[in-house]
């Protein structure tokens, strides 16, 4: 498999005209290889429409949570995902409303009014465009995973919290500028709750919480707020003994218009206080460029045998910038990835960029069809559905093992999470990323990681086989994590069928580095067993030299964990040259070869060539 060719799975103008012309022989390129146009449909067609369904559930809450309305949700997931699943590169990743700017969405709404938020959509987009014109992404991905998930942690806090009123019936409350305060306006009152409220939203949401538990692979998050729509109808305050505040009370019959044009009247509003609506669309931007492509990026990491190789993060950048624009013009909300549906999309088998495509549409389908129906579903549905959305959002599995192996940085999360919840998320993790950035500074040692590639040769009946072996030196964490395993991965130049990580002389990594070291593995197994497609126990990866001070990281990885097997590392090359060797099920003779360096950088090494030279183990 080629791994090295340009992605090409959006056709240029003439290979369209080949596929309108003859769909049946044309040819797309999908994660499984070359199909037809047809059978590209077939394949996504189920992913497309699960998350479908999924989105219109999900769309109508955060279009609520972001101060505007249900339709204002689903025109963004309905043109965001045409758009992008018309010129995106990322096969599995969905573009549409999402929780990390539901805040700030919000925030911005009750300041200027919820017509100012297809403006911010339109000049968002815009910044995106000066962002990839000026290749700033790179720069902006450059931070700790401690502190985008911290800012997860602020936005789902924030998401959560601010469902007290519709889950306990309050109406008429004080707004007060700050979350905070009125978080606290809405305790206070809450001696006013309606138990109809609370008798619908704490059922519920117990009920979703154990059935996505119990049976995840069925979208309960559609199915139980559907069912419950039927109460909305029947006491939609027509009962004074028990009734329910529903989308109608709050927004009139929903209708189905998927299209609306934005208030031109907005500009006087944003003209008188433009400073704060330009920091609005920088902030806004700032968030929809690190999820959608930290999105993809987690996609691509969770891709087993992509034909189709890394996503072209300029093309989907490009897309998100011209996704925002058209969502703010046709009355959207700004469009970020999302990793919720992202996920169901990637695990129900979707192979190409048609998948978004087609989940548009559906979701397109539905809303025309199906909007005033939706007219009762009930507020403490709603903030049910939202939620419990906003506890799945916080990253329980990370914060874990932060606190356990990386207590600096689990601080660092905490911190970010603090001032994103009592002031504002972006603030958080401007904050985060800028205390990162005095860590890494104060670190000692803080030399760059460098990486050295050799060959060596393992015989086989007389057969010479290719052998890998990478040694890193110095730090690895998330400032060069991500350089050192794109560095290391071009030991492929020598078609390996195993490979040797060395890593004695690794100085310090943090929970960043150990998924870069992760990644780097899934990477060369994937990649070697094509080399090894004749050999059994091919494409096996062992580790040398773990130093005790950052096994504790390596086996917080799940994928690591899996490969040392119980035993932490082996002390020379040569030994686990031929301990891979013995899983191949056939006889090895093992010979080293004379090494050839590839890439040699920041230290000397001594030679690895054929002798078995012992590791020191740092402690």
């Not at 999360?413 to 904050?431: H, K, N, Q, R, Y």
């Not at 690794?506 to 150990?514: H, I």
């Not at 301990?579 to 920041?602: F, G, K, P």
Request: proline fraction near 5%.
């Amino acid at each position: 498999m080629d791994f090295s060719r340009p992605r090409s799975n959006n056709p240029d103008a003439s290979s369209l005209m080949e596929i309108i012309s003859n769909p049946t022989k044309a040819q797309l390129y999908t994660t499984v290889g070359p199909v037809s146009l047809i059978q590209a449909l077939s394949d996504n067609i189920r992913p497309a429409l699960l998350v479908a369904v999924v989105s219109v559930s999900l769309s109508i809450g955060l279009g609520i949570a972001s101060g505007s309305t249900p339709l204002a949700g689903l025109r963004t997931a309905i043109w965001g995902g045409l758009f992008c699943g018309a010129f995106g590169s990322s096969p599995f990743n969905i573009i549409g409303p999402a929780g990390a700017l539901a805040g700030q969405l919000s925030k911005y709404s009750s300041m200027w009014g919820p017509d100012v938020l297809p403006w911010i959509a339109i000049c968002s987009g815009f910044l995106c465009a000066v962002i990839l014109k000026l290749n700033l992404q790179k720069y902006m991905l450059f931070m700790p995973k401690s502190v985008f998930e911290g800012f997860t942690v602020a936005v789902a806090f924030g998401i959560g919290l601010k469902q007290i009123n519709y889950a306990c019936g309050l109406h008429g409350l004080h707004k007060h500028e700050h979350f905070i305060e009125n978080v606290w306006e809405s305790i206070k009152n809450l001696p006013h709750a309606r138990m109809s409220s609370l008798a619908l939203f704490v059922p519920e949401t117990i009920l979703l919480f154990v059935l996505l538990k119990k049976v995840p692979k069925i979208p309960w998050m559609v199915i139980v707020p559907f069912v419950t729509i039927i109460f909305g109808y029947v006491a939609s305050g027509e009962s004074e003994g028990f009734s329910l505040d529903t989308l109608k009370t709050e927004f009139g019959v929903l209708t189905n218009d998927i299209i609306e044009f934005p208030d031109f009247s907005v500009v006087e509003r944003i003209a008188s206080n433009f400073g704060a609506f330009a920091s609005a669309c920088f902030s806004v931007c700032l968030v929809a460029v690190l999820e959608t492509l930290i999105s993809a990026k987690i996609a691509d990491f969770r891709a087993h045998d992509n034909f189709l190789g890394s996503f072209d993060e300029g093309k989907e950048l490009r897309a998100l910038a011209g996704a925002q624009v058209l969502c703010g013009l046709l009355g959207g909300l700004p469009p970020t990835g999302v990793f919720v549906r992202t996920s169901v999309n990637q695990l129900n088998g979707a192979t190409h960029v048609l998948s978004q495509w087609m989940n548009a549409i559906f979701v397109m389908i539905i809303t025309v069809a199906t909007m005033p129906v939706f007219s009762y579903l009930p507020l403490s549905s709603v903030a049910s559905i939202l939620v419990v959305s906003s506890v799945r959002m916080i990253p329980m599995h990370f914060l874990h093992d932060l606190w356990k192996n990386d207590k600096s940085h689990f601080g660092l999360c905490m911190f970010t999470a603090a001032v994103g919840i009592w002031s504002d998320p972006v603030e958080g993790l401007l904050g985060g990323m800028l205390i990162a950035f005095l860590m890494g500074a104060m670190s000692s040692n803080t030399a760059s990681g460098a990486v050295v590639m050799e060959k060596s040769e393992v015989m086989l009946d007389g057969e010479e086989l290719p052998a890998g072996i990478v040694q890193i030196t110095g730090p690895v964490t998330y400032a060069n994590g991500e350089g050192i395993m794109k560095r290391s991965l071009d030991v492929m130049e020598f078609s390996p069928v195993m490979c040797v990580l060395d890593l004695s002389r690794v100085t310090e990594m943090d929970m960043d580095g150990g998924e870069a070291v992760e990644r780097l593995v899934v990477s060369l197994q994937k990649r070697m067993k094509s080399n090894a497609q004749n050999l059994t126990g091919g494409g096996q990866v062992a580790f040398v030299g773990i130093p005790n001070s950052i096994k504790h990281v390596l086996h917080s990885q799940h994928h690591i964990k899996e490969v040392l097997e119980g035993r932490d590392s082996f002390s020379t090359v040569a030994g686990a040259l031929k301990q891979m060797s013995h899983a191949m099920s056939r006889e090895i003779n093992l010979v080293v070869d004379q090494s050839e360096t590839l890439i040699t950088a920041s230290f000397n090494s001594q030679c690895m060539g054929g002798s078995d030279y012992p590791v020191e183990t740092k402690q």
